[in-house]
């Protein structure tokens, strides 16, 4: 493994920096906390990270978790990240301190998870899902739940997990098939079963409380007849104890990569003695479930940046030791008895190395910023303002979970290519997060999926406001990046893409009101791509908008290279990725449709 999995003062630069944490600590939700203390956290959260988790990075890949006689079996640090990061306040930061969290804003609860997840990817789901389950029971639970649940949640002595998933429905939650009958007593009786359930069993969690998606009898077709319940595997009996609750696991999905993250087949009501507890009103249990599922796609995203971050640190490291061929001279030819070089020298390498430092951190940047979006929405005192910044987390949570996604794979492939044969052999970490980070784009939603959600619903919602406020959002970045002769080519660049998006949507929303909506999405992911472009570039610049200030004020609180660095990477971004742009709108904007079937099917 590499000595340095992440790099610390790149996360506080646009933790501090970037997205200005100090504007949110300074409001009356937050003020609670200072800088100080922030910095505390996080040292000790690093700390936690060098010692607890990344030595068992590897071991959790080849040591994988496994199914045997009705039990999923992880490795034994699964339970240090659930009862240590308990302790530590990990699994409770973001929560209100009235109901036993740090309160703490999500973006020092990203940055802390960050840390940890470059430390070793196949840890932070299990405490992750376990808030993001509390937070769902805080938010709609009626008290009893709330005081019987999140408690044991929030300390790591109870996992929580979310079950939609179910093997005749995939993706389409529209085709659950889950029951729920009514009891006497107030309970349903569940029956059903649910895949690819992340962190769904294993032995070191005294009690999972999973969140089921399931149809009360009688309930209508579709999304409108579903509804949300607790379903506890153990149920508390009335002396206070655990008493199993019919919940059954089938088995263990073996993945191929995060394998130390076990992904359960759960059956519900085998025995006809599975008790679930209502959340909320009946049939209300997607729009529920959104809250969870946004807070996933985030922590997805947040994910994939942390492990594309690692691996970069990984093949930069390899880079600056491994010796190979020469450097060509200034007469274009090679001097055989001069020492070998140190592949870093060598151009492509440099490139392959400057791709994955700009996609990751760009990705990292973008995580950030619907983080902050968050925070402010829950510091603003404005009803005004919270719907505003409400509206932009709305239009960055797709991007949020699919940018790092799949540019995080393009650079940990590019991390492979820069170790060469080495890179493809398990002696070397780059192919591990290789195999891990492919899940990223499929979980929580595939990237054609938050596609769809980007194109045919944010960029339309509310008469295309969200999309409005984005643009101020980034002309306000343009205008201050244009103070400085330096980045006015990379502003006035970014300018013109504000303008090539509007025109796409201008082109494209023409199909939906003729009613032709199939054509209209049919590039979705095509859109996507190209929106997630402009959008890192957007912080590319912005980053390297305040590393400009900083040189130049003087006001610097790391090396001058670590500014240039970001300056020079910015550049890179913008010539290598920015211009991909202008491709991708010609193909948004061809009159020309391949892929919607029409007729009698003859290509595919």
């Given at each position: ?5 992440i ?17 949110v600590?300074?409001?009356n ?26 030595p ?8 994988p ?40 804003p999500?973006?020092v ?35 009893n739940?709330?005081?019987k ?19 005749q ?84 999905f ?11 087949h759960?059956?519900?009501g085998?025995s006809d ?33 942390a492990?594309a ?36 020298n ?11 430092k ?14 902050h979006y ?6 603003a ?7 505003k ?22 650079s940990a492939?590019?991390?492979v ?21 492919r ?24 008469g295309?406001k ?58 979705a992911?095509?859109?996507?791509d ?10 590319w610049l912005?980053?390297a ?17 670590f ?12 010539k290598?990725?920015?211009t991909?742009?202008?491709g ?12 919607v ?8």
């Amino acid at each position: 493994m590499a000595k340095k999995y992440i790099d610390i003062n790149t996360l506080k630069f646009q933790l501090f920096d970037v997205h200005e944490l100090e504007s949110v600590l300074s409001s009356n939700y937050y003020n609670q906390h200072d800088v100080e203390s922030i910095n505390l956290f996080l040292e000790s959260v690093k700390d936690f990270s060098d010692k607890e988790l990344h030595p068992h990075f590897v071991e959790m890949d080849t040591q994988p978790a496994y199914f045997k006689d009705g039990k999923i079996i992880v490795h034994p640090v699964v339970e240090t990240v659930m009862k240590k990061g308990g302790e530590l306040g990990i699994i409770a930061s973001p929560i209100e301190m009235e109901d036993g969290g740090l309160q703490l804003p999500l973006a020092v609860h990203t940055i802390a998870y960050t840390i940890m997840e470059a430390a070793n990817n196949h840890l932070l789901g299990y405490p992750g899902l376990t808030l993001g389950s509390a937070e769902l029971i805080l938010s709609f639970g009626e008290e009893n739940l709330k005081e019987k649940y999140v408690p044991h949640m929030l300390t790591g002595e109870w996992a929580g997990t979310m079950c939609l998933t179910e093997p005749q429905a995939g993706s389409s939650l529209s085709d659950v098939t889950t029951t729920a009958s009514p009891q006497s007593d107030g309970s349903y009786k569940m029956n059903g079963q649910k895949i690819f359930i992340s962190g769904g069993d294993h032995q070191y969690s005294d009690n999972f409380i999973h969140l089921v998606l399931a149809r009360i009898d009688g309930a209508p077709a579709g999304t409108k007849g579903i509804s949300l319940f607790v379903v506890p595997k153990n149920r508390i009996a009335e002396d206070g104890s655990l008493e199993f609750n019919d919940v059954v696991t089938a088995g263990d999905f073996q993945k191929m990569g995060q394998r130390g993250y076990c992904t359960a087949h759960l059956m519900f009501g085998e025995s006809d003695d599975c008790q679930g507890w209502l959340i909320g009103q009946a049939h209300h249990g997607l729009k529920y479930m959104f809250q969870m599922m946004n807070g996933a796609r985030i922590a997805v995203g947040r994910g994939a940046a942390a492990i594309a971050m690692a691996a970069y640190h990984a093949s930069l490291e390899y880079a600056n030791e491994r010796p190979q061929g020469r450097k060509i001279a200034s007469s274009g030819k090679k001097d055989v008895t001069a020492e070998q070089t140190l592949i870093i020298n060598h151009p492509d390498v440099r490139r392959m190395l400057l791709l994955q430092k700009a996609l990751s951190e760009g990705a990292i940047c973008i995580v950030m910023q619907g983080a902050h979006y968050h925070d402010k929405m829950k510091a603003a005192n404005d009803h005004q303002e919270k719907k505003k910044y409400n509206l932009l987390l709305e239009m960055m949570t797709p991007i949020v979970k699919t940018f790092p996604s799949e540019k995080g794979i393009e650079s940990a492939n590019n991390g492979v290519q820069v170790l060469g044969g080495y890179g493809f052999c398990s002696e070397y970490i780059l192919q591990q997060y290789l195999r891990d980070i492919r899940i990223f784009a499929i979980y929580e939603g595939t990237t054609g999926i938050q596609s769809l959600d980007l194109l045919g619903r944010k960029m339309l919602m509310k008469g295309g406001k969200g999309a409005h406020l984005l643009a101020q959002e980034i002309n306000g970045t343009i205008m201050s990046a244009m103070a400085y002769d330096e980045l006015k080519p990379y502003a006035k660049t970014l300018g013109i893409n504000l303008k090539r998006i509007a025109d796409v949507m201008e082109f494209l929303t023409a199909f939906a009101q003729k009613g032709d909506f199939e054509r209209f999405i049919s590039d979705a992911t095509i859109f996507m791509d190209f929106m997630s472009t402009i959008v890192a570039g957007w912080q590319w610049l912005k980053m390297a908008t305040l590393a400009k200030e900083a040189l130049v004020t003087g006001n610097i609180k790391y090396e001058n290279s670590f500014y240039e660095s970001k300056i020079h990477a910015m550049k890179f971004y913008f010539k290598y990725e920015m211009t991909k742009t202008q491709g991708l709108a010609e193909v948004l904007m061809d009159e020309e449709v391949l892929t919607v079937a029409k007729g009698e099917e003859v290509i595919v």
